[in-house]
Structures are given as C-alpha cells and as structure tokens.
C-alpha cells in the first residue's frame, strides 16, 4: 500500500471497511490489486436472484447508491495507489459473479424456485 501517513490516515478514516477480493468466492476480477470499499461490495447483489419486485426496488431505490459507492470505490483506489499492470492509475472496477459458483453451487441449491417462478410467468434476474 502506500508509505505517506497522511494518506494512509484519510484512507483510515474515509474507508474503515474494505473487503479482500480473495476471500469473495463467488466473485471473479482480473487484477493484482484485490481490495475494494465493504459499502460497494454491499450493494451489489451478487448471488441474489432479483425477482420482479426486487429488481424494481434495486433499480428504484438502491442504484444511486451504488453508484456513489462506485465513485468512492475509485477514491480509494486513487489514494491507495493501485495501478494497472503498466503502472497507470486504475480508473474502474470490473466484478463478476463467478460462473462456475453460479452454475455449479447456485442453481443446483434454487433450482425448484427458479423454476416455479419461470412456469409462473416471473423473469429471474441475476447480477454477473
């Protein structure tokens, strides 16, 4: 991480809870650098599957805080100095929801909701 103290305290400060990437499973990134803010990792729904009306609160009520969440995920990155691996600054976050989580743990286990809801009419969303 970073050897400024300054910086190292606003980070501290501004960002108590930050989560290791390596320990989320079900989530798959492409970086060497593998920590993000909990509060971003909070509101997205990975290994949730949004019906209709969860979709609609997700997208009505939640969607604006994850995209404040997103812009300070990309402050914390800043001041913690993460790069890409040419030693440019990173300037977005990429996750996705595991495939082989998804298909091998998550829809053996939801199998009969997801298709009660299907033979209902009911569309199953799913964040990747």
Request: charged share 15%.
């Amino acid at each position: 991480m970073t050897t400024n103290p300054l910086r190292d305290q606003i980070i501290r400060e501004n960002f108590p809870q930050i989560a290791d990437l390596r320990n989320q499973v079900h989530i798959s990134y492409w970086s060497n650098y593998h920590l993000i803010s909990q509060p971003l990792l909070n509101y997205l729904p990975f290994g949730r599957s949004l019906g209709p009306t969860t979709f609609y609160q997700y997208i009505d009520y939640q969607f604006d805080n994850l995209l404040i969440e997103a812009r300070r995920n990309l402050l914390f990155l800043s001041l913690s100095g993460a790069n890409h691996f040419n030693q440019t600054p990173v300037t977005q976050t990429t996750l996705f929801f595991d495939e082989t989580f998804f298909w091998h743990y998550y829809i053996p286990v939801r199998t009969r909701e997801i298709t009660e809801a299907i033979l209902q009419g009911n569309r199953i969303r799913f964040l990747s």
